[in-house]
T-cell receptor, first 112, second 117 residues
Framework: QKEVEQNSGPLSVPEGAIASLNCTYSDRGSQSFFWYRQYSGKSPELIMFIYSNGDKEDGRFTAQLNKASQYVSLLIRDSQPSDSATYLCAVSITGGGNKLTFGTGTQLKVEL | ETGVTQTPRHLVMGMTNKKSLKCEQHLGHNAMYWYKQSAKKPLELMFVYSLEERVENNSVPSRFSPECPNSSHLFLHLHTLQPEDSALYLC????????????????FGNGTRLTVT
């Protein structure tokens, strides 16, 4: 069983729409949750992190965490073509710190 | 431009060659990492160094040998690799590593695309 699971996509949304990216994880003791964006041929870059249940907003991005359901999501409002990338979910497994376990990523395509 | 620099960007090597990947971070971080990224697979943690001491070695074959001479530099020495070792090798750094490092996200370099022929 995968420890961090994401739908590989591609997820296609029209420009200006809300893109919703989902991630589930298996370890109930997971403490920290991260979203990275990776453009083709580039390195992952941190978009958001969240530690507490609920929502965390940063500009057009909102991370949502539900520890009871072992679910974390990333919403991108007013999606732009420049948001087209692969989004990686990463989880800090029990024991804390930043020894991260990554999902395989969801490819997002924002279409004109 | 990232604060973590990796060289070379691309590397093609035969199975009998010896080569090294280099990583340098300009962020003043105390922890450095090697990750392997293969197509359709999640990022795999290979090694972690904290304050120049190796703290993680995730069952990586001995044909991969890391070296961390100081907190700013990290190397991955390669020898007698196999074609299945072809992948993107990513270096990363973070301010801290360990149980208190939840507020210490990873900063990645642009990676070395390795092809083993």
């Amino acid at each position: 069983q995968k420890e961090v699971e994401q739908n590989s996509g591609p997820l296609s949304v029209p420009e200006g729409a809300i893109a919703s990216l989902n991630c589930t994880y298996s370890d109930r003791g997971s403490q920290s949750f991260f979203w990275y964006r990776q453009y083709s041929g580039k390195s992952p870059e941190l978009i958001m992190f969240i530690y507490s249940n609920g929502d965390k907003e940063d500009g057009r991005f909102t991370a949502q965490l539900n520890k009871a359901s072992q679910y974390v999501s990333l919403l991108i409002r007013d999606s732009q073509p420049s948001d087209s990338a692969t989004y990686l979910c990463a989880v800090s497994i029990t024991g804390g710190g930043n020894k991260l376990t990554f999902g395989t990523g969801t490819q997002l395509k924002v279409e004109l | 431009e990232t604060g973590v620099t990796q060289t070379p960007r691309h590397l093609v090597m035969g199975m009998t060659n010896k080569k090294s990947l280099k990583c340098e971070q300009h962020l003043g971080h105390n922890a450095m990492y090697w990750y392997k990224q293969s197509a359709k697979k999640p990022l795999e943690l290979m090694f972690v160094y904290s304050l120049e001491e190796r703290v993680e070695n995730n069952s990586v074959p001995s044909r991969f040998s890391p070296e961390c001479p100081n907190s700013s530099h990290l190397f991955l020495h390669l020898h007698t690799l196999q074609p299945e070792d072809s992948a993107l090798y990513l270096c990363a750094s973070s301010q801290e590593y360990g149980s208190t490092a939840n507020n210490s996200p990873l900063h990645f370099g642009n990676g070395t695309r390795l092809t083993v022929t």
